[in-house]
């Protein structure tokens, strides 16, 4: 075992000190952490004249936002939004009113609430907005109405809906608004950092194996009297570690910018508040739900790491491996599997680039797992069955190491 | 230039030989077919009355319903003719009961039926035919001036919104100079006015399809090439070939060659896949029709088949350059994986990258991109390339800059090759 330890120690060196290893970490840490808030730089431009910079206005309507805090969206509130925003003229309401003096000054410091009432009464203009008769009970009934609806396009199974039914019962209404903007961009930055992190696992360990045979150190290897089981382990250990790692450092450098530059407050907000998750009944924080999702981007790194592994010795080209990770990547970004197709589209949506796109068909999909009897939402499921899935790859991978030979040379 | 002949012989054996071509092509015109006919196969559809049909029917009945419009002019005519169909929108649902036969209405979701007229004396079957017969204008007008003015402009309404929209667009999105702006005038002052509709799905979608099928070479090229030169190194045979009384050109530019053709070939034989799905499965019709019905948002004059075939006019040359990035990069690195992730990086990064207007002259470049320029957008883009006074669009420069890059990289990378060392 103490070779073990070396081995690992070597083989992580030996990935580290690889030149494409080194830039593509600078490559993927530059892109990601300078691209992550790159939307708060340079000015606003209004008809081809700096109106404001981006960052101001997002000081602005952080400042806004930050005054509605702790307060329930109920009637009260729902009121004084559509009061504050009759003050924009009327002919103004069906053009760009959000550069109307009365839209600074009355309605901007409500228009989260705005856009809470408006995504859920789905009204097409201001003026429908404003014509509505505020009334909490029939926005709130309106927003069970919508979810049942979004249960009927999931297909769901009778238990299933049963299950949400209950889970909805829980989460406290009216809900309670909290500024919550740097959870938020977290949340949506989350995508496109997943699909990044899993080509960079991909660049990093697509050689891994391939190297020993293309660099013919293999046939010296066999001859080892120590074995190759422990170099197996050793290497496929130091990869995915060092493929882990790498994220986990990524992660929380990219947490620590956006929470510095958006504020830390709001975790406590309800996830059903966002447009994206409405229908998602269960009653989890903003918060909760940023770290079940990077703790779901570093599950998916780990798993694809072990594929890469499995691929590697598989098919004995790097270049092949990388074509095929870059292919199932691309694929789960283009396409999707009709909900029509149950257990296709569900199986599809743990696939970790599509398990990331947090939408109906991802980490938030109303699909259950049934497993001993309980039910498992998709996050709750998907580490386990990425922790049998990794598992299955490296036993496959070295059952394919195991049995290599040298021969044709 | 000796052996030439045979030596792009040999490289393209070479080339043929891999595994990893064929497997690559192979997977590649798999989601070509599952693009175009999985919609067929693995959705259902509904009508109106809540009856189950397969998704071909449905597109077939759509297809016979919209051709029946095809060839008229989008006037005040068709416009109130629509409206009148389309009515007033109240939302009404009924049971669907069989033994009513139609003249019930089934509610599968509210979103299944969003509009009922009942105010006017039609019955709800006479509503939902119809809706049939006008849905393909309906869908348009609405698509180009949102819901709640299609239902009341008339033919200059809808032809000054449009124009109006596109403006507003262009000046907010794309930050147009005021020499572009006069130019974009004139360019709409010679569409032909009124549009005349016409069925065109099926060559629409081969010009929307554009945007997936400009991944698929570039992943065919970089898949396939990315060790055209990296291999030499690897398999130690780069020794052999510097001892060769022949020199390297020959060799470097056979292989250039080889590469080229086996990408052009499979992107030709992609394209050619798709268009015999899509033409076979929606029709033909609307090659002729103006590209405004396919891409409202753009001026060019030109129809909707003639900017089909500029998409693949161009898509070829963005073939060229990216095979010869590639194999730039193979050389490069000197290592096949390096030279794919550079490749495929880049062209997922520019899935999620927009480089802000205002930055000009970046957004410029960077929208000459074969991801960013073969799309719908590449034909609704304003900003103009001035050549000697003269101002070209995207598509319309993008040929030449491609194969003038493509000539860079090619003397570029002939450069390192013939330089390196053992």
């Known amino acids: 075992m103490r070779e073990f330890g070396i081995l690992y120690r070597y083989e992580l060196k030996k990935i580290m000190q690889r030149k494409i290893v080194k830039i593509a970490t600078v490559i993927v840490f530059a892109l990601i952490l300078g691209t992550v808030c790159a939307e708060l730089s340079g000015n606003y431009y209004v008809d081809g004249k700096v109106y404001d910079t981006h960052y101001h206005m997002m000081k602005t309507d952080r400042e806004y936002a930050r005054k509605l805090n702790g307060r329930k969206i109920n009637q009260d509130l729902i009121m004084e939004m559509q009061d504050a925003y009759r003050h924009i003229p009327e002919n103004e309401r069906e053009g760009r009113y959000s550069l109307t003096e009365e839209y600074q000054d009355w309605a901007r410091p409500y228009s989260q609430i705005y856009q809470f009432v408006n995504m859920v009464m789905e009204k097409k203009t201001l003026s429908d907005l404003l014509a509505w008769k505020a009334d909490e009970n029939e926005l709130y009934e309106n927003l069970g109405r919508r979810i049942e609806e979004e249960r009927e396009d999931a297909f769901l199974t009778e238990e299933e809906k049963a299950f949400w039914r209950e889970k909805e019962e829980q989460t406290e209404k009216p809900y309670t608004f909290y500024y919550a903007e740097g959870y938020w961009k977290l949340l949506y930055s989350s995508y496109g950092i997943c699909y990044v992190l899993l080509l960079y696992a991909a660049v990093c360990l697509a050689d891994l194996y391939t190297r020993e045979h293309s660099l013919r150190t293999d046939q010296l290897l066999l001859s080892s009297r120590l074995g190759k089981r422990q170099l197996y382990w050793a290497k496929a250990l130091a990869g995915m570690s060092f493929a882990g790692m790498a994220s986990l450092i990524l992660i929380a450098l990219v947490m620590f910018e956006v929470l510095f530059i958006y504020g830390t407050d709001g975790f406590q907000m309800a996830l059903q508040y966002a447009g994206a998750f409405f229908y998602y009944s269960e009653p989890v924080s903003v918060g909760t739900t940023v770290i079940i999702v990077y703790a779901l981007i570093l599950a998916a790194v780990l798993v694809t790491g072990a594929f890469v592994v499995m691929l590697s010795e598989l098919l004995q080209n790097g270049t092949a491996v990388l074509a095929v990770v870059f292919g199932m990547v691309s694929v789960t970004m283009f396409f999707n599997i009709p909900p029509q197709m149950r257990l296709a589209s569900q199986l599809y949506a743990y696939l970790p680039g599509k398990l990331l796109s947090l939408n109906m068909g991802g980490a938030f999909s109303l699909r259950l797992v049934r497993v001993f009897g309980r039910y498992l939402t998709t996050w709750q499921f998907v580490p386990l069955l990425y922790l049998l899935s990794g598992a299955a790859f490296l036993l496959i991978g070295k059952w394919a190491y195991g049995r290599y030979q040298v021969s044709g040379r | ?422």
């Open chain 2, 1 to 422: 230039m000796e052996n030439f002949g045979t030596l792009y012989r040999f490289e393209l054996k070479k080339l043929g030989r891999k595994k990893m071509v064929w497997y690559t092509f192979v997977i590649l015109l798999q989601i070509v077919i599952v693009m175009n006919i999985g919609d067929l196969v693995f959705r259902s559809y509904y009508d109106e009355f809540g009856r189950e049909m397969s998704t071909y029917e449905g597109i077939v009945q759509r297809r016979d319903y919209d051709r029946k419009l095809s060839g008229r002019a989008i006037d005040d005519d068709f416009l109130k003719e629509m409206q009148k169909a389309y009515g007033e929108s109240k939302v009404v649902a009924y049971e669907y009961e069989e033994d009513k036969g139609d003249t019930g209405l089934a509610t599968i979701g509210s979103s299944h039926i969003s509009s009922v007229a009942v105010e006017d004396g039609r019955s709800p079957h006479e509503v939902v035919e119809d809706h049939k017969r006008y849905r393909g204008i309906h869908t348009y007008v609405w698509s180009v001036i949102g819901p709640v003015a299609a239902q009341s402009v008339d033919a200059a309404g809808f032809y000054q919104g449009r124009r109006d929209l596109i403006l507003a667009d262009c000046l907010e999105k794309q930050h147009l100079t005021q020499a572009e702006q006069s130019v974009w005038k004139k360019k709409e002052e010679a569409l032909t006015i009124p549009f005349v509709y016409t069925y065109c799905e099926g060559i629409s979608r081969l010009l929307w399809h554009v945007n997936v099928m400009n991944y698929l070479w570039i992943f065919l090229s970089a898949i396939c090439l990315s060790g055209i030169f990296a291999q030499e190194y690897q398999l130690r045979t780069d020794q052999l070939i510097l001892s060769s009384r022949y020199g390297m050109l020959p060799l470097y530019l056979a292989r250039i060659c080889a590469g080229i053709t086996v990408v052009l070939g499979g992107t030709a034989a992609l394209y050619a896949a798709e268009t015999a799905l899509v033409l076979g499965i929606y029709g033909a019709d609307g090659f002729f029709a103006a590209l405004q019905l396919c891409v409202w948002q753009s001026s060019w004059r030109i129809s909707i088949g003639g900017a089909v075939l500029v998409s693949f006019l161009v898509s070829l040359t963005a073939a060229v350059l990216c095979s010869m990035i590639t194999m730039f990069l193979s050389e490069f690195f000197k290592n096949g994986i390096a030279a794919l992730s550079v490749m495929a990086g880049v062209t997922l990064f520019t899935v999620f990258l927009e480089i802000p207007a205002r930055l000009r002259g970046l957004s410029m470049l960077f929208h000459l991109l074969p991801t960013k320029l073969l799309r719908e957008e590449g034909f609704t883009d304003n900003r103009l390339y001035f050549i000697f006074s003269h101002g070209f669009n995207g598509m319309q420069i993008a040929p030449f800059l491609y194969l003038i890059a493509a000539e860079i990289f090619l003397w570029a990378g002939y450069r390192i090759y013939r330089n390196r060392k053992n």
